[in-house]
């Protein structure tokens, strides 16, 4: 079954994205090679024949498309998020109408199972297969305090798989384009602007393909039996290959990144150990100023 994966890319994630695609032909049960279109920002021909080169021989093809993102200048994103996450957006524009279905991936995942079984899913006739986000309970229950659009729930956009031909017809990048104009702000800017868009028009996956990795300090390889993720998303800041966010699985993302083409160096692990050192420093002294500022601590001058 033809179902292109879809990724987006700047220079910050280069090794992020080499990682995923590896994680992705690494856990594939069979010898179908996958087929990967890449939506890039300014990401140089040498990084990119980096990324491929990361991936075994025959393993998968990768289609690079460079987008201009011009359109998207003037909307946020959290400072960790890259502005590539608006290209999903654009992806109905690179399909022929012969292609009917692709699966949409962060950069920030792993794949841990084969993806075969996600890719066959029948969505029913709805936009696009999700799994409900942590904000959902929070929204529902109304003590979620930003300014997050209210919808009927709420789902993470960072694996998405789409049935181009309903997007196109429901005018879905259209959609979230009128919100976005409105709301340039919006806190999870183009996942808020989605979910407006497919608001009611979203079929709801099991939560093992989308693991939203917000705890840090769990370590998911631990996981077993029906909580046993087959892909984990890391969405917050503390990313595990960022060593000063002391980051549970980054011992287990190491174990992918390790084989591509962008492997952590003597240099690497100097700079994360100065890394760490440095934040524990800013660890104790914050810690030390909240001691002191403890009323019972202040003394009368």
Known sequence: MRCPIVLACDRRYAMPLATTLRSIVDAARSSEPFEFHVLVDGLSERIRRRIFASLPHGSASIRWIEVDLETFRGFSTLSYISKATYAR???????????????????????????????????????????????????????????????????????????LRQWRRAKISEAALEYLKRCPGSPFSDQDALNVACDGLWKRLDSRWNHLAYNEKLDVSELAGEHKPSIVHFTTWRKPWRAEASNANAALYDSFRSRTRFPRNSMDKMEDALRIGWSRIRAFQEARRGKSTRPGDMVDR
């Open 89 to 163: 957006l654009l992806i109905p524009r690179i399909f022929p109408d012969s292609v009917s279905k692709v699966l949409y991936l962060d950069s920030d995942v792993l794949v841990l199972d084969d993806l075969r079984a996600l890719l066959a899913t029948d969505l029913e006739g709805n936009v696009v297969g999700a799994v409900l986000d942590g904000l959902d309970s929070e929204l529902k229950t109304q003590t979620l305090r930003l300014p997050v659009p209210r919808v009927q729930d709420y789902f993470n956009g960072g694996v998405l798989l789409i049935d």
